[in-house]
């Protein structure tokens, strides 16, 4: 019962749903595709071979699949749920009439082969990289000498999924699940689950742009995918005629051995990546430094630890391999039968290894660690892209579908990031990270300990004054100090 006089109710027996509040994002975003002719580059480039298409084109499932990512919605059914009674309003919208059922959707991913998987991802780097975005607004990393970096991450993700127990009788027909198609047994993480699969992405950290994404059942291929996501970023560099030196790419210890190094290192640009080849230690160059004392001793960001840092020069890391920089990092050894969760224990210390190109001269031991450190941030975008998009979810059971989809969710979130930055129109932040240097260049190359000085000896007596010595009467004058020593008479 109303208490107030004053307000009615009306009721009316059909149902009116109410607009999804994505739906306003949904026709900007709709209006930018059509005004740079994206639809009908959907439309023309994007193929594929299938019987019985009926009445729908690719175009058509594409729609769905950007108007899913924009949405947010947990599941394709509460998405169809949802936009059903505007189903006219959302098709027009990219010049299409009628909406493809939920299962006809599902038909088409299955179907999607890897060449029109292609030709979408083509089409991905081709529109979505350079709108909004100039060589100058990109932003960068400026070492110690002026010289400019871009930095990319380059990591994997991964999504397991559970399986449920089938029943096991010779009556049965053969289990048959149906995500074997795009899952497989592989390393879980903390996430719960029997197999999982494994997505490689690159990103841009600067704009926080992605700059691909490439997956595999159970662990992938992470040699394959890395070499995908270095194609990637020279096409990106491409755009916006810069070359691939200016790339500097960061990767943690999964790719921390020499052929990976090596596969980096001929594709042109820079890394920064934790080495896990820690027979280095042992080698003698290695050796002669960490007897040395260290080159810098910087306190650990988490725990205030105390880690001496040793510049270890450059490196051949194998046979036949390039030279590359290694630097050697070290903090006490836990108390004994505590876990050692990053590096390797030796005697009362535990050993970090990191491996990078970057010149000696611009970027310090300090400035390699904090930027390797620095890979933190791309676990904050990949939360942001959980809340946001969350591509980890399953539109399909095979390799390609589910790949399509999560391409066209790195679509959505670069054309909003485009969208925000035209609409914005400010200047990036400038950061002084560190104050530049005018020392002359670091590279140098370890060697043998001098000799050690012999015993005193009796330099003979000169000079204009009885009983002083000047810097001729020594042996090896450059090694002394400018002053001249007081001595007596008598020389015994």
């Not at 975003?29 to 002719?37: E, F, G, M, P, V």
């Not at 001929?266 to 160059?285: C, D, E, M, N, S």
């Amino acid at each position: 019962m109303i208490p107030n006089p004053c307000i009615e109710v009306q009721t009316f027996p059909e149902a009116r749903p109410s607009v999804p509040p994505w739906f306003a994002e949904m026709v900007i975003i709709a209006r930018h595709l059509t005004t740079h002719d994206l639809l009908d580059a959907f439309a023309q480039q994007i193929r594929l071979v299938r019987g019985r298409f009926g009445t729908y084109e690719p175009i058509d499932f594409l729609a769905l699949l950007v108007g899913y990512a924009i949405s947010g919605e947990r599941t394709l059914s509460d998405f169809f749920e949802r936009i059903t009674p505007f189903e006219t309003a959302f098709m027009a919208l990219f010049g299409r009439r009628c909406l493809p059922h939920r299962s006809s959707l599902s038909r088409f991913l299955a179907d999607v082969d890897r060449p029109c998987l292609e030709a979408f991802r083509t089409l991905f780097e081709q529109q979505s990289f350079p709108e909004g975005w100039t060589a100058e607004t990109l932003g960068g990393v400026f070492d110690r000498q002026g010289r400019r970096y871009i930095v990319f991450d380059v990591d994997a993700t991964r999504q397991a999924a559970r399986q449920r127990a089938l029943p096991c009788d010779p009556a049965l027909p053969a289990a048959r699940r149906r995500l074997e198609a795009v899952c497989a047994p592989g390393y879980t993480g903390r996430k719960r689950g029997e197999v999982v699969r494994t997505r490689t992405t690159a990103l841009q950290m600067h704009t926080r742009q992605w700059i691909g994404t490439y997956a595999g059942k159970g662990n992938g291929d992470y040699r394959d995918e890395l070499a995908s996501a270095l194609q990637s970023i020279t096409t990106y560099l491409k755009h916006f005629a810069l070359p691939p030196e200016v790339a500097l790419v960061r990767l943690d210890g999964q790719y921390g051995d020499a052929a990976v190094i090596a596969q980096l290192m001929l594709a042109g640009v820079y890394l920064v990546t934790r080495g896990r080849a820690y027979h280095l230690l042992q080698h003698p160059q290695i050796q002669r430094v960490l007897v040395h004392p260290p080159t810098v001793r910087v306190p650990a960001m988490n725990t205030g630890m105390v880690v001496e840092l040793f510049e270890g020069g450059w490196l051949e890391l194998g046979a036949g391999l390039p030279h590359a920089r290694v630097i050697i990092a070290r903090h006490p050894a836990p108390p004994a039968g505590k876990k050692v969760a990053v590096g390797k224990r030796v005697d009362e210390w535990v050993y970090e290894l990191f491996i990078t190109t970057v010149h000696a001269d611009g970027f310090l031991v300090e400035d390699v660690l904090d930027l390797y450190h620095g890979r933190g941030a791309f676990k904050a975008v990949l939360a942001d892209e959980d809340v946001e998009a969350d591509p980890d979810r399953w539109c399909s059971y095979t390799e390609c579908g589910q790949e399509l989809w999560h391409i066209a969710c790195q679509w959505v979130w670069n054309l909003r990031l485009s969208l925000g930055k035209m609409m914005q129109g400010g200047e990036l932040r400038e950061m002084e990270w560190a104050s530049p240097t005018e020392t002359a260049p670091l590279f140098f190359t370890w060697e043998d300990p001098p000799e050690a000085y012999g015993p005193w000896q009796c330099a003979g007596e000169s000079g204009r004054a009885t009983g002083r010595f000047t810097a001729d009467a020594f042996t090896d004058a450059g090694r002394m100090a400018s002053s001249v020593v007081q001595r007596g008479q008598a020389c015994g």
